[in-house]
């Protein structure tokens, strides 16, 4: 399984930008599928992620109110909408595949990874 993250950019504080992350396979579908980032200097941390069917999110307490993950299923896609952005915001977002159809908020639930997508966010 591959999957390929893009939309990372530049972006001034309080500004928007909109992840997408394509997974090679349609049996990512029936899997949950995640968002992390890091920080230069920092470990790797949750932010966001969505069960099989969308039906269920969860998100790091920071980003709750202004990122929405959702997932097209027909398109094996995964999106993270970022609103309000922040510099505390800046770093190397990973979408990843879950073990299982459940949204998980841990590393290890999740299989298969990104190459990342930088976002810098400027004050």
């Known amino acids: 399984v591959q999957l390929q993250a893009s939309g990372g950019g530049l972006v001034q504080a309080g500004g928007s930008l909109r992840l997408s992350c394509v997974c090679s396979?349609?049996?990512?579908?029936?899997?949950?599928m995640g968002w992390f980032r890091q920080a230069p200097g920092k470990e790797r941390e949750f932010v966001a992620s969505?069960?099989?069917?969308?039906?269920?999110?969860r998100y790091l307490d920071s980003v709750r109110g202004r990122f929405t993950i959702s997932r097209d299923n027909v398109k094996s896609t995964v999106y993270l909408q970022m609103n309000s952005l922040s510099p505390e915001d800046t770093a190397a977002y990973y979408c990843?595949?879950?073990?299982?159809?459940?949204?998980?908020?841990?590393?290890?639930?999740?299989?298969?990874w990104g190459q990342g997508t930088e976002v810098t966010v400027s004050s």
């Open positions: 990843a595949v879950g073990r299982s159809a459940f949204s998980a908020t841990s590393g290890t639930e999740f299989r298969y």
């Open positions: 396979r349609r049996t990512c579908s029936n899997n949950g």
């Open positions: 969505i069960n099989w069917n969308g039906s269920n999110t």
